[in-house]
């Protein structure tokens, strides 16, 4: 089946700071989409991503779907306590109609103020 | 709030019992998924229903069920629930067309003593 590598696992950092993570699949997935989930909550979407290549912000987030589709990276700029969580990449799969969700294992971000 | 409501929102069970986790989606959402997630396994897929009928099926036990209704709601059925399956579940719509987004529920967490 389909696999998502999700990196780092983990990550410490200051206040201020710049963050970067990313998904890496064994197959190509139509949709790219980044949530965070919050500790006893429910992943809350971030960014979705539609076409190989694109770049999309959302204030501090910035994702790109990569060229070859089997690709995505979310950046977080300027990180501040608040984005403290597990941030999840999920590829879309549209084959066969199903359009079900396959999740990485997902990133803990820590940012120390 | 994502319009995805899941009850109850924790529940404590014993070993051996069965158990039922209500999802109602978004509204005008037909899809519904459902995920498991624990501490190991991250977020993994087990169903997808679509307007009243099963559409995908991931690592879901044979213990493990589920349906919806016509009026889009869905139920998962957990019985002769083991220690192991303590986990959190999360329900997620959409309107299941390419390019669409899931939004999830806040989750029911399920502990089996």
């Known amino acids: 089946g389909q696999q998502l590598n999700q990196s780092p696992q983990s990550m410490f950092i200051q206040e201020g700071e710049d963050v970067s993570m990313n998904c890496t699949s064994s197959?190509?997935?139509?949709?790219w989409l980044w949530y965070k989930q919050d500790p006893g909550e429910g992943p809350v979407l971030l960014i979705a991503?539609?076409?190989?290549?694109e770049l999309t912000s959302n204030g501090r987030l910035t994702a790109q779907f990569g060229i070859t589709r089997k690709d995505s990276f979310l950046n977080i700029s300027a990180s501040i306590p608040s984005d403290v969580g597990i941030y999840f990449c999920?590829?879309?799969?549209?084959?066969?109609?199903?359009?079900?969700?396959?999740f990485g294992k997902g990133t803990l971000l820590t940012v120390n103020p | 709030d994502s319009g995805v409501t899941q009850t109850p929102k924790h529940l404590i069970t014993a070993t051996g019992q069965r158990v039922t986790l209500r999802c109602s989606p978004r509204?005008?959402?037909?899809?519904v998924y459902w995920y498991q997630q624990s501490l190991d396994q991250g977020l993994q897929f087990l169903i997808q229903?679509?307007?009243?009928?099963?559409?995908a099926k991931g690592n879901i036990l044979e213990r493990f069920s589920a349906q919806q209704f016509p009026d889009l709601h869905s139920e998962l059925n957990l019985s002769s629930l083991e220690l192991g399956d303590s986990a959190l579940y999360f329900c997620a719509s959409s309107v299941a067309t390419a390019n669409t987004e899931a939004f999830f529920g806040q989750g029911t967490r399920l502990t089996v003593v």
């Open positions: 229903y679509y307007n009243g009928e099963e559409r």
């Open positions: 991503l539609y076409k190989a290549g």
């Open positions: 509204s005008g959402d037909l899809s």
């Open positions: 197959s190509i997935f139509n949709t």
């Open positions: 999920a590829g879309q799969d549209s084959g066969g109609s199903n359009y079900k969700l396959t």
